[in-house]
């Protein structure tokens, strides 16, 4: 072992201890008498000092030498700290040194190994081994695993038993477009990497394995928005011989004892509210509840009037803006900007100032009165102070955009407290949804999904009417984790994959595994995954997920520290039975 | 939820209790007016009882119709039984059911769920999904959870972090064959699944993590021998600031940690024995010492004798097997017969009895006297009443010979009791070996590896002779484990990549992030990784690997059961730029 401690250790009570310890140089002092280095590792930093009255010659000569990021060991004995450092648990002593060996020399780094580094995104992926020295990434990386402990231990505690199942599978083409691998020992025939474990957690439903878990890496070749990885980590969770509530009890359970446990945080019992309130209330499927601002339709009592921008309208819909009734005209006007860009959409917002004095002043005067005005604060719940802004439109559309301007207000205004937390479950999510493109019904969650009981005679009446068992948790305006109660009859499923375009040849060629294992005794079952990136991204505070990724890859699926992907040579291409197909 | 107990947990403390089960229909017995079912789920069997007069009529009927694998829900009182089971924690009680409901029929498996089953390999793997329902599997698997969750918990008790490491990474031709993974977003290039972490570790180590662990998916795309898997976990490990003692200390006592938790054996301190010795002694570098049969080397006392053979061999080597003396002609002959094989290719075999009353008797007696044969006994430790057998030759091919000999004995002896556990350390591995195809040394371990210092000198002088800080755990003549102390500098990793034939330019390219990320303050690091499916398979008694993985493949690559891989279409293949070149 090269050290008998390490850098975060030592305090008052070693005083007078000869210790050894390595580490990396953080920075040095040189004051021509005196060096002092801060020693760095994983558990802190240490001072060092030499002094060239107390330290051998030739150890304080070597001591000169040190640059940043110098890998060493010293060895020398504990010792009070004249001006102390109460900022960190080492800050009382400091290290006499009287051995100093340099493990390894260091060229400087491309950017300082600080806090608040020097290095932008693309510097620091490149050399993320450096990255990771930094407090923030090293932290992150480590609450990330506190995590994924605890889910574990909570889940097997629970009785679930965390199976592996397969990376080389079958390539599907329903969803998202899959990785594939081809197979040198089955010529022209290719493996595809997961999407999710789905049909194999059915499987061990199947099976009889009743609790199943696993952590598991997760695939999809997408083009990658912000923030999204093509390989990315679940916590994949499925049960048998249960209903949608038993579901939603387990896995509440999880994350509250998460909360309890990581971030020292009692929530109470999840609210519930259904996938059509939420659109109607938030104009979203993943409503940030942290904050109130909820969604209130004007159409009865702002149409009919004389202003025909209402009057034309699908939907008018408002929100109330706290204590935004004193906006100058020259911060609603960049709002109004804001909603009209192109990523927003919208054509024009109507404003009502609540004055203090319980009048109201609005930008559509000239065809409201104070009584219509009063109206619409009554339903937007806007009080004295507040301002009420006002979109319309098409609805899908007006919501989507309220929704837009609803988040960025409560950003502006510093409700988005990342240390609050406000979790909830939306439910009663429709079981498909229609595709202008393809002229068909999509599976919304996918094609396993359960429609509710009760709904099964709009199946082929009213697809798009039809509910699902399917649900999502959302923690402060994320889809954290979503699930559903799936389909285990074969002719149920034989009827989905019908209704989602499948000829029943397709369907026999890519699911007849699963529909064939329904026939042998498949148990009532239903399970939900979340998404650990997302979710220690945020019981960590943190909007981005790149940090509590050891080795994320960038918007082009690039890892630009290794380099890959890459090209491969001639003889691999031929074992493999394929060759590229390059356009020009 | 379905079930307010399991069919695992009631007893006679229960009786009186209204309960409701839910599970599989293992048998049901029919006397006409009674009858019997036993109900099966993950947790046991619970019997029901249906009884004429005590059962509504309608349940009766229905009852009658449950065929084997319907999966029921039913209701009932917990009764004591009139015959009681003591095999079973059920076997007190049983239900007579007021309600019964068929969750899902079943058609009648293709073999029957039972711990001997009628299924062969192939079916049950085509059915995985029933294959699991039967004990041995559904144990295994929770067996497999119960290891990892232990290790786990060790291995971060003992401070160190998981961090997931990517799988879409970048291929290199040195080692064992990679998977590959076609890029749509970069024309013509290809990610590579990981053969291990190995680079990725080391490079958490350049970053400052120190102690990283990892239970990671890996791929090797080999033709496969009995009993391996083209996807398979490892145990992934790796340390800073450590030395071979170090990392020998901690995995030594994961491991024995785990014989104590799982298995409850208390183990003492591992030996270890040098590949040379190991070689020397055993024949192997992964010798089963739950026995002994140590080879004793004969050429000083079996040479320049008249026996051509001998005289004429690189190696004479015998082992005594105990208790053997009394073999017939017969059997030994088949043992002749079985070492001349083409699997082991011995040109023949000598014996010498050891008789009760101390004389001898040999195959070769008229070459050796008793006096010889006395010295043959004493080098290989034969007691009156063992047999000594002998094969001579090439060294390094009469080792391996008489290493399959020895397993072979202790397997007819007995002496391979699944149940006894004897670990070991294999150490000083050599660090390169001659590969005769390719007209070069290979790494034998992989290029990372650091050679020992005092070997340093021979790296350009004599390479086969240069001994490596690498090490190898050995349970029961398995390598679980393997690892080594790495090379942190980026000169010497120069140096062995110029060893290996590659040229600056191929090293620059495939491995220049980590020669980079060297010249920044490497630390001094090793680690190893431990195979997770053999571990748990030894642990658990078994010889074969594949009951304790959900899912396997076979030994084609196929997962018989998706049927899987399969063919993709031409759009899946024209995103990905590559075309088929299937040989006709």
């Given at each position: 072992m090269y050290r008998s401690h390490n850098c975060g250790e030592l305090n008052a009570n070693h005083i007078n201890k000869e210790v050894t310890l390595a580490g990396w140089v953080q920075k040095s002092r040189d004051k021509g008498f005196m060096i002092w280095?801060?020693?760095?590792?994983?558990?802190?930093?240490?001072?060092?000092i030499f002094d060239e009255s107390r330290t051998e010659k030739s150890v304080f000569e070597l001591a000169?030498?040190?640059g940043r990021e110098f890998v060493v060991q010293v060895k020398g004995t504990v010792i009070e700290r004249e001006s102390k450092n109460n900022n960190i648990p080492t800050g009382e002593i400091e290290i006499l040194v009287s051995e100093l060996t340099i493990l390894n020399a260091a060229i400087l780094p491309p950017f300082t190994i600080e806090d608040e580094t020097d290095g932008g995104e693309d510097i620091r992926m490149k050399y993320r081994y450096l990255d990771i020295r930094r407090n923030p990434v090293k932290n992150a990386l480590l609450f990330r695993h506190n995590v994924a402990m605890h889910v574990r231990n909570y889940l097997s505690n629970q009785g679930f038993c965390e199976i592996e199942t397969p990376y080389l599978i079958k390539s599907t083409p329903e969803g998202a477009r899959d990785f594939v691998v081809p197979s040198r020992m089955n010529e022209g025939q290719f493996y595809a990497l997961p999407?999710?474990?789905?049909?194999?957690?059915?499987?061990?439903?199947v099976g009889g394995m009743d609790k199943y878990f696993q952590i598991v890496k997760c695939f999809r070749d997408e083009d990658l928005r912000a923030d999204r990885q093509p390989e990315f980590t679940q916590i994949d969770c499925e049960m048998a011989f249960v209903e949608q509530e038993d579901i939603l009890n387990v896995f509440e359970g999880l994350t509250r004892h998460l909360l309890k446990e990581i971030k020292g945080i009692e929530v109470d019992k999840f609210p519930r509210i259904t996938y059509d309130y939420a659109m109607k209330t938030y104009g979203n499927d993943k409503p940030d509840i942290r904050f109130d601002m909820k969604f209130g339709e004007l159409n009865e009592v702002a149409q009919h009037k004389d202003f025909p921008v209402f009057n034309s309208a699908e939907l008018v819909v408002g929100i109330a803006a706290p204590n935004c009734a004193s906006y100058t005209r020259k911060e609603i006007d960049a709002l109004i900007d804001w909603v009209k860009r192109p990523q927003v959409g919208a054509s024009g917002m109507v404003y009502v100032k609540c004055e203090a004095d319980g009048t109201y002043k609005s930008s559509v005067d000239k065809f409201y009165d104070q009584d219509d005005l009063a109206k619409w604060a009554e339903i937007t719940g806007a009080?004295?102070?507040?301002?009420?802004?006002?979109?319309?439109g098409k609805a899908d559309k007006t919501r989507t955009q309220l929704s837009?301007?609803?988040m960025e207000l409560a950003t502006r205004l510093g409700l988005?407290?990342?240390?609050?937390?406000?979790?909830?479950?939306?439910?009663?999510?429709?079981?498909?949804?229609?595709?202008?493109?393809?002229?068909?019904y999509h599976a919304m969650h996918h094609p396993f999904t359960s429609p509710k009981p009760e709904d099964f005679e709009l199946l082929e009446t009213n697809p798009g009417k039809v509910r699902a068992n399917a649900y999502d948790m959302v923690l402060n305006g994320n889809e954290i984790g979503g699930g559903s109660i799936r389909i285990h009859d074969k002719n149920l499923q034989a009827r989905m994959f019908n209704l989602l375009g499948f000829t029943p040849e397709e369907a026999e060629n890519q699911f007849g595994f699963l529909m064939n294992a329904f026939q042998y005794g498949a148990p009532p079952h239903?399970?939900?995954?979340?998404g650990l990136d997302r979710l220690v991204a945020i019981l960590g505070g943190q909007e981005t997920i790149r940090d509590f990724i050891a080795f994320p890859k960038n918007n082009s699926g690039r890892d630009v520290m290794i380099d890959a992907p890459s090209v491969i040579d001639d003889k691999q291409l031929e074992e493999l039975h394929i060759k590229l197909d390059i356009t020009k």
């Amino acid at each position: 072992m090269y050290r008998s401690h390490n850098c975060g250790e030592l305090n008052a009570n070693h005083i007078n201890k000869e210790v050894t310890l390595a580490g990396w140089v953080q920075k040095s002092r040189d004051k021509g008498f005196m060096i002092w280095v801060d020693l760095r590792d994983r558990y802190g930093i240490t001072q060092l000092i030499f002094d060239e009255s107390r330290t051998e010659k030739s150890v304080f000569e070597l001591a000169k030498t040190l640059g940043r990021e110098f890998v060493v060991q010293v060895k020398g004995t504990v010792i009070e700290r004249e001006s102390k450092n109460n900022n960190i648990p080492t800050g009382e002593i400091e290290i006499l040194v009287s051995e100093l060996t340099i493990l390894n020399a260091a060229i400087l780094p491309p950017f300082t190994i600080e806090d608040e580094t020097d290095g932008g995104e693309d510097i620091r992926m490149k050399y993320r081994y450096l990255d990771i020295r930094r407090n923030p990434v090293k932290n992150a990386l480590l609450f990330r695993h506190n995590v994924a402990m605890h889910v574990r231990n909570y889940l097997s505690n629970q009785g679930f038993c965390e199976i592996e199942t397969p990376y080389l599978i079958k390539s599907t083409p329903e969803g998202a477009r899959d990785f594939v691998v081809p197979s040198r020992m089955n010529e022209g025939q290719f493996y595809a990497l997961p999407q999710s474990p789905q049909t194999f957690k059915q499987l061990l439903m199947v099976g009889g394995m009743d609790k199943y878990f696993q952590i598991v890496k997760c695939f999809r070749d997408e083009d990658l928005r912000a923030d999204r990885q093509p390989e990315f980590t679940q916590i994949d969770c499925e049960m048998a011989f249960v209903e949608q509530e038993d579901i939603l009890n387990v896995f509440e359970g999880l994350t509250r004892h998460l909360l309890k446990e990581i971030k020292g945080i009692e929530v109470d019992k999840f609210p519930r509210i259904t996938y059509d309130y939420a659109m109607k209330t938030y104009g979203n499927d993943k409503p940030d509840i942290r904050f109130d601002m909820k969604f209130g339709e004007l159409n009865e009592v702002a149409q009919h009037k004389d202003f025909p921008v209402f009057n034309s309208a699908e939907l008018v819909v408002g929100i109330a803006a706290p204590n935004c009734a004193s906006y100058t005209r020259k911060e609603i006007d960049a709002l109004i900007d804001w909603v009209k860009r192109p990523q927003v959409g919208a054509s024009g917002m109507v404003y009502v100032k609540c004055e203090a004095d319980g009048t109201y002043k609005s930008s559509v005067d000239k065809f409201y009165d104070q009584d219509d005005l009063a109206k619409w604060a009554e339903i937007t719940g806007a009080k004295a102070g507040d301002m009420i802004f006002i979109l319309s439109g098409k609805a899908d559309k007006t919501r989507t955009q309220l929704s837009a301007l609803r988040m960025e207000l409560a950003t502006r205004l510093g409700l988005r407290n990342p240390s609050e937390f406000a979790p909830l479950w939306v439910v009663d999510f429709p079981l498909l949804e229609f595709d202008e493109e393809s002229n068909r019904y999509h599976a919304m969650h996918h094609p396993f999904t359960s429609p509710k009981p009760e709904d099964f005679e709009l199946l082929e009446t009213n697809p798009g009417k039809v509910r699902a068992n399917a649900y999502d948790m959302v923690l402060n305006g994320n889809e954290i984790g979503g699930g559903s109660i799936r389909i285990h009859d074969k002719n149920l499923q034989a009827r989905m994959f019908n209704l989602l375009g499948f000829t029943p040849e397709e369907a026999e060629n890519q699911f007849g595994f699963l529909m064939n294992a329904f026939q042998y005794g498949a148990p009532p079952h239903g399970g939900l995954a979340f998404g650990l990136d997302r979710l220690v991204a945020i019981l960590g505070g943190q909007e981005t997920i790149r940090d509590f990724i050891a080795f994320p890859k960038n918007n082009s699926g690039r890892d630009v520290m290794i380099d890959a992907p890459s090209v491969i040579d001639d003889k691999q291409l031929e074992e493999l039975h394929i060759k590229l197909d390059i356009t020009k």
